[in-house]
């Protein structure tokens, strides 16, 4: 499986964006997907992940209010919608594909596959 994020770009603080996250390879539908971010001089984070059947997502407890997971499978597709974003959610933004029997870990690591990342900047 092969991920592609993109929908990253400088926004001002308060505004939203919708990451995608394109993969390619007959089997996405199999796989769970995650997003996560990293900014400069931290560790990459966990934001969110949904099952392959999109029947079960999963949040960092301080993502749940603003940012909400979704897939399209028929679009080998899942997106991330970002809401009032703030400075502090600067960061590359990166989508990781991982098989499981419908779940999804928020380990780094039970992740097969990573996207190149997608930059996302948020102005004050």
């Known amino acids: 499986v092969q991920l592609q994020a993109s929908g990253g770009g400088l926004v001002q603080a308060g505004d939203s964006l919708r990451l995608s996250c394109a993969a390619s390879g007959r089997t996405f539908s199999s796989y769970a997907v995650g997003w996560f971010r990293q900014a400069p001089g931290k560790e990459r984070e966990f934001l969110a992940a949904?099952?392959?059947?999109?029947?079960?997502?999963s949040y960092a407890d301080s993502m749940k209010a603003r940012f909400t997971i979704s897939r399209d499978n028929a679009k080998s597709s899942v997106y991330l919608q970002m809401n009032s974003l703030k400075p502090e959610d600067t960061a590359i933004y990166y989508c990781?594909?991982?098989?499981?029997?419908?779940?999804?870990?928020?380990?780094?690591?039970?992740?097969?596959?990573w996207g190149q990342g997608t930059q996302v900047t948020v102005s004050s």
């Open positions: 949904i099952t392959w059947s999109g029947s079960t997502t």
């Open positions: 990781a594909a991982g098989r499981g029997m419908d779940t999804t870990s928020p380990n780094m690591s039970w992740y097969e596959y």
